[in-house]
């Protein structure tokens, strides 16, 4: 038997333990080394028997290897006899190794087995479930977690197998796919070397060398509730004068110097994230403002520290800070724009990326999505594990996580499904007012009896403009996932649903004491009913800005409609923690210009504060040459001498040494 069949038994048998399983390998050894100085015959090396091969093995197959070559290499090798000639010591090395060989495979598993049930007493005994052996150990990781923490933790491990959106669209349509769409090896000019791969980002050969992305991380703590490591991410000084010239542009409304800017220091983060954001208002493609957001994340991923993890859901960010939170939004974006390109696994992966940096505060909303991306991707079980272990928020009150659960199950069940009906019972009574909206969207009928129910409408104060925070959910839910639930059989078990719901709610009720039902059932609706308040927490107003649904802007509170705020920084927290507030002489207030989050979003005037322009067919000098210097940036046409400077350039510090 090979070295990886040993390996392989030794995991399986729960000996994963490096430490461990060198103290016991010494062990044996030296007790065959006793034997052999007491006059053994024929002394046996029982690695030997695992076949010699160890060294062969790469560092990444677990830690049990590791141990064993390291016993491997320093055991005393046996004296071979002298050889006359170099022809006859090369004969008998290659026999001595036959023999070797032949000792290995003459080992069958059986016996294998056999040898390492002896030494069962002397090993700790470990715990091989396959929920703990994918989310790992704490103490592996250096931090100590609670049931609690373990449990929530290891629901926020990220797959990094699937981060691969190109691999994706592979298995779903073919390699030609990607060929056709420009990501190919054959598209790829020559003379350009591959770059490696990183977890969230793939650099492409046509992209810009990286010399330092100005961007550093360190852990500065331990966030006590979730157990996780609380890293800060860091500019250098070089990339801080940079920023000073990137938020000048920005003051300015010079959308041209900040294409000059990202084109000279094509890594810098801010400048990336809001040249994909004026690319996709001012109609550009939007495969190359993804490629920008890429881009930004390659250039944090180059960052990291050694410590930090994207993907064991152990890795925490302070989003006060100004520096942490262009990780928030890359992600963000990365995510739009796979589920646009159809990469639903990849995305999924990405949104528990976005939710681990963060669980408790959840600034961006990442839980409005994880639902929706778990269902497109067909991860029913993801769902169901969610709803019913994730503690750090309160997940019950989400209306899209109570609709998707049910959902989820039906999937599931498909025969017989009479668990998911009671979910969607739940649903129904506690979340009524998604019953009209969910209903029409996804094409079904429903009687003038439930629609004219006041149990199912919403209560609006004629002297609010904008939407509660209930009616928000709601609206989010439903515009991101009804087309989940127009087939004709989750149809026909919507209708079952809510005719079951409609004998539990007493005729002409309207608030959670009219339905008979259970006790908790009855309580979650006393506490859903407490959302339906005009105060719209500070991150669902975040999440409905970046969440590309203009009309749901218009329904947010009015302090957040007419305040400014930027592509690569929208809505700053209250308790914001910005470094360059100071420096820029107090909090930055901007004007608009596009890429920006006020009032006129996504109308033309947006786009007259570059130059009186009449729609899009004025005076777009300043996009066009916006655009071509993308173009350029994006490596679609001849480079220049050296367009591949970072923030940290080393020829611009020679030179300001010199002046």
Same mark, same amino acid.
């Given at each position: 038997m090979?070295?990886?069949?040993?390996?392989?038994?030794?995991?399986?048998?729960?000996?994963?333990?490096m430490?461990?399983?060198t103290a016991? *390998?010494?062990k044996?050894?030296?007790?065959m080394?006793?034997?052999?100085?007491?006059g053994?015959s $024929?002394?046996v090396?029982?690695?030997?028997?695992?076949g010699?091969?160890?060294?062969?093995s790469?560092?990444?197959?677990?830690s049990? $290897?590791?141990?064993?070559?390291a016993?491997v290499?320093?055991?005393?090798k046996?004296e071979?006899?002298p050889?006359k000639?170099k022809?006859t010591k090369?004969?008998?090395?290659?026999?001595?190794?036959?023999?070797?060989?032949e000792k290995a495979?003459?080992?069958?598993?059986?016996e294998f087995?056999?040898h390492?049930?002896?030494?069962d007493?002397?090993?700790?005994?470990v715990?091989?479930?396959?929920?703990q052996?994918?989310?790992?150990?704490g103490?592996?990781?250096g931090v100590?977690?609670?049931?609690?923490?373990?449990?929530n933790?290891?629901l926020l491990v990220?797959? %990094?197998k699937q981060?691969?959106?190109?691999?994706?669209i592979?298995r779903?349509f073919g390699?030609?796919?990607?060929q056709?769409?420009?990501q190919?090896?054959?598209?790829?000019?020559r003379?350009?070397?591959?770059?490696k791969?990183?977890?969230l980002s793939?650099?492409?050969?046509t992209?810009?060398?990286?010399?330092? /992305?100005?961007i550093?991380?360190q852990?500065v703590?331990?966030?006590?509730?979730?157990?996780?490591?609380?890293f800060a991410?860091?500019h250098?000084e070089r990339?801080?004068s940079?920023?000073?010239?990137?938020?000048?542009a920005?003051?300015t409304?010079?959308?041209d110097? *900040?294409?000059?800017?990202?084109y000279?220091?094509?890594?810098?983060v801010?400048a990336?994230?809001?040249?994909s954001?004026?690319l996709?208002?001012?109609?550009?493609?939007f495969?190359?403002?993804?490629?920008?957001?890429?881009r930004a994340?390659? %250039?944090?991923?180059?960052?990291?520290?050694?410590?930090f993890?994207?993907t064991?859901g152990l890795?925490?960010l302070?989003f006060?800070?100004i520096?942490s939170r262009g990780?928030?939004?890359?992600?963000f974006?990365h995510?739009?724009?796979?589920?646009?390109?159809?990469?639903w696994?990849?995305?999924?992966e990405?949104n528990?990326?976005?939710?681990?940096?963060?669980?408790v505060?959840d600034?961006?909303?990442?839980l409005?999505t994880?639902?929706?991306? %778990?269902?497109k991707?067909?991860?029913?079980?993801?769902?169901?594990r969610?709803s019913t272990e994730?503690?750090w928020?309160?997940?019950d009150l989400l209306?899209?996580?109570?609709?998707s659960?049910?959902?989820?199950?039906?999937?599931?069940e498909r025969n017989?499904a009479?668990?998911?009906?009671?979910l969607l019972?739940e649903? *129904?009574?506690v &979340?009524?007012?998604?019953?009209?909206v969910?209903?029409?969207?996804a094409?079904?009928?429903m009687?003038?009896a439930?629609?004219?129910?006041?149990?199912? =409408?919403?209560?609006? *104060?004629?002297s609010?403009?904008?939407m509660?925070?209930?009616q928000?959910?709601e =609206?989010?839910f439903?515009e991101r996932?009804s087309a989940?639930f127009?087939? /004709?059989?989750?149809?026909r078990w919507? =209708?079952?649903g809510?005719?079951l719901?409609?004998?539990?709610?007493?005729?002409?009720?309207?608030?959670?004491?009219d339905i008979k039902?259970?006790?908790?059932v009855?309580?979650r609706r006393r506490?859903?009913?407490?959302?339906?308040?005009?105060?719209?927490p500070e991150?669902?107003?975040?999440?409905?800005?970046?969440?590309?649904?203009d009309?749901l802007k218009?329904g947010?509170?009015?302090?957040v409609?007419?305040?400014t705020?930027?592509a690569?920084? /929208?809505l700053?927290?209250?308790?914001?923690?910005?470094?360059?507030?100071?420096?820029?002489g107090?909090r930055?207030? &901007?004007?608009?210009?596009?890429?920006?989050?006020?009032?006129?979003l996504?109308?033309l005037e947006a786009?007259?504060?570059?130059g009186?322009?009449?729609?899009?067919?004025?005076?777009a000098?300043a996009?066009?040459g916006?655009l071509?210097?993308?173009?350029?940036?994006l490596?679609?046409g001849?480079?220049e001498a050296d367009?591949?400077?970072?923030?940290?350039?080393s020829?611009?510090g020679?030179?300001?040494?010199?002046a």
């Amino acid at each position: 038997m090979s070295s990886r069949a040993v390996r392989r038994a030794l995991k399986e048998r729960g000996y994963d333990d490096m430490a461990e399983t060198t103290a016991l *390998i010494e062990k044996q050894v030296c007790e065959m080394e006793n034997e052999k100085d007491r006059g053994s015959s $024929e002394p046996v090396n029982m690695f030997d028997l695992l076949g010699g091969d160890a060294a062969e093995s790469s560092e990444s197959e677990g830690s049990v $290897e590791g141990g064993v070559e390291a016993i491997v290499e320093v055991e005393p090798k046996q004296e071979a006899k002298p050889a006359k000639t170099k022809k006859t010591k090369r004969g008998k090395n290659k026999k001595s190794k036959g023999k070797g060989k032949e000792k290995a495979d003459d080992m069958s598993m059986a016996e294998f087995e056999a040898h390492l049930k002896k030494h069962d007493a002397e090993l700790p005994q470990v715990e091989t479930k396959k929920a703990q052996g994918a989310a790992g150990r704490g103490a592996a990781l250096g931090v100590e977690l609670t049931a609690e923490q373990q449990q929530n933790r290891a629901l926020l491990v990220v797959d %990094a197998k699937q981060l691969d959106a190109e691999a994706e669209i592979k298995r779903l349509f073919g390699s030609a796919a990607v060929q056709n769409a420009g990501q190919g090896r054959r598209g790829m000019p020559r003379g350009l070397a591959v770059r490696k791969r990183l977890a969230l980002s793939h650099p492409k050969a046509t992209w810009p060398p990286m010399n330092a /992305p100005g961007i550093e991380m360190q852990q500065v703590g331990v966030d006590e509730e979730t157990g996780g490591h609380v890293f800060a991410v860091e500019h250098t000084e070089r990339f801080r004068s940079v920023q000073i010239d990137f938020l000048s542009a920005v003051m300015t409304n010079d959308a041209d110097a *900040i294409a000059g800017l990202a084109y000279h220091h094509p890594y810098h983060v801010d400048a990336l994230l809001q040249l994909s954001e004026i690319l996709k208002q001012t109609g550009g493609d939007f495969i190359e403002a993804g490629t920008l957001v890429e881009r930004a994340l390659y %250039a944090f991923e180059c960052g990291f520290a050694s410590r930090f993890s994207i993907t064991n859901g152990l890795g925490r960010l302070d989003f006060r800070r100004i520096e942490s939170r262009g990780l928030f939004l890359a992600l963000f974006r990365h995510m739009q724009f796979l589920a646009r390109r159809g990469c639903w696994r990849t995305a999924f992966e990405v949104n528990k990326a976005l939710l681990a940096l963060d669980p408790v505060r959840d600034p961006y909303g990442a839980l409005l999505t994880l639902d929706f991306h %778990a269902l497109k991707s067909r991860q029913y079980e993801y769902v169901r594990r969610m709803s019913t272990e994730w503690t750090w928020s309160r997940i019950d009150l989400l209306p899209g996580w109570a609709y998707s659960r049910a959902l989820a199950e039906f999937m599931l069940e498909r025969n017989g499904a009479e668990r998911s009906t009671d979910l969607l019972v739940e649903a *129904i009574l506690v &979340f009524p007012s998604v019953v009209p909206v969910l209903w029409s969207r996804a094409g079904l009928e429903m009687d003038a009896a439930v629609t004219d129910h006041p149990y199912f =409408q919403n209560v609006q *104060i004629a002297s609010e403009s904008g939407m509660t925070h209930m009616q928000l959910l709601e =609206q989010l839910f439903v515009e991101r996932s009804s087309a989940l639930f127009r087939t /004709p059989e989750v149809g026909r078990w919507l =209708q079952e649903g809510l005719l079951l719901a409609l004998e539990q709610i007493e005729l002409g009720g309207r608030t959670a004491s009219d339905i008979k039902c259970s006790e908790s059932v009855v309580q979650r609706r006393r506490e859903a009913e407490r959302l339906n308040s005009y105060v719209v927490p500070e991150r669902i107003s975040r999440h409905v800005l970046v969440s590309d649904m203009d009309a749901l802007k218009a329904g947010l509170p009015e302090s957040v409609r007419l305040a400014t705020s930027y592509a690569f920084d /929208p809505l700053p927290p209250v308790d914001d923690i910005n470094v360059y507030n100071e420096v820029m002489g107090g909090r930055m207030v &901007f004007e608009t210009m596009p890429g920006a989050f006020g009032a006129d979003l996504g109308d033309l005037e947006a786009l007259e504060a570059l130059g009186d322009l009449d729609g899009l067919d004025g005076d777009a000098t300043a996009v066009q040459g916006l655009l071509m210097r993308i173009q350029n940036l994006l490596g679609g046409g001849e480079l220049e001498a050296d367009p591949g400077t970072s923030s940290d350039e080393s020829d611009l510090g020679a030179e300001e040494q010199e002046a």
